[in-house]
T-cell receptor, first 114, second 111 residues
Framework: NAGVMQNPRHLVRRRGQEARLRCSPM?????VYWYRQLPEEGLKFMVY????????ESGMPKERFSAEFPKEGPSILRIQQVVRGDSAAYFC????????????FGQGTRLTVV | AQSVTQLDSQVPVFEEAPVELRCNYS??????LFWYVQYPNQGLQLLLK??????LVESINGFEAEFNKSQTSFHLRKPSVHISDTAEYFC?????????FGSGTKLNVKP
């Protein structure tokens, strides 16, 4: 049973380009969470999704950021027109259900905007 | 609403000394509590969790945490640390639709 898979591990984008981050949850997991970790800062919640639904996007910036978790395929975090301040590590986690079950994390995607 | 506070951003300690990493939470509902560890350039790994039952939970590598409902705390302890314990530790609470994480505590174990 493979763990949470994120790709790419490292992504370099020029200012103004689009960044697409992918997350494949663990088998049997239908809940996906995205977090952002800025240098020297903790994890900041961005969005919580279930299959085909965004449940909570209270941590998502209002512009340029979007997320989806389609019926088939990985969850995608999309950042349009990236700026230097978007440089961070983006972590995806998945869980079987909410509440008492633990979340399993991927290795993260480190986005660098140049 | 739920939140997690880790008061210590960094904790330096000498090898074989005891350590305590503090975590306090606030929640209006029953919660589940977790400690995760992050080694450099890696994702988070679950260290231990409290769901119910015994308030003292242990990990396989000697860490333990105690759920204290009256003090709304879930401090992480280890009686004797190793160099390999150097990492960042995150406390998390889950009581609803998502996990809330603290800002992390960097444990630096010195020889």
């Amino acid at each position: 049973n493979a763990g949470v898979m994120q790709n790419p591990r490292h992504l370099v984008r020029r200012r103004g380009q689009e960044a697409r981050l992918r997350c494949s949850p663990m088998k049997g997991h239908s809940h996906v969470y995205w977090y952002r970790q800025l240098p020297e800062e903790g994890l900041k919640f961005m969005v919580y999704l279930q299959k085909e639904n965004i449940i909570d996007e209270s941590g998502m910036p209002k512009e340029r950021f979007s997320a989806e978790f389609p019926k088939e395929g990985p969850s995608i975090l999309r950042i349009q027109q990236v700026v230097r301040g978007d440089s961070a590590a983006y972590f995806c986690a998945s869980s079987r259900e909410t509440g008492g079950t633990e979340a399993f994390f991927g290795q993260g995607t480190r986005l660098t905007v140049v | 609403a739920q939140s997690v506070t880790q008061l210590d951003s960094q904790v330096p300690v000498f090898e074989e000394a005891p350590v305590e990493l503090r975590c306090n939470y606030s929640s209006s509902v029953s919660v589940y509590l977790f400690w995760y560890v992050q080694y450099p350039n890696q994702g988070l790994q679950l260290l231990l969790k409290y769901l119910s039952g015994s308030t003292l939970v242990e990990s396989i590598n000697g860490f333990e945490a105690e759920f204290n409902k009256s003090q709304t705390s879930f401090h992480l302890r280890k009686p004797s640390v190793h160099i390999s314990d150097t990492a960042e530790y995150f406390c998390a609470v889950s009581g609803g639709s998502k996990f809330y994480f603290g800002s992390g505590t960097k444990l630096n174990v010195k020889p």
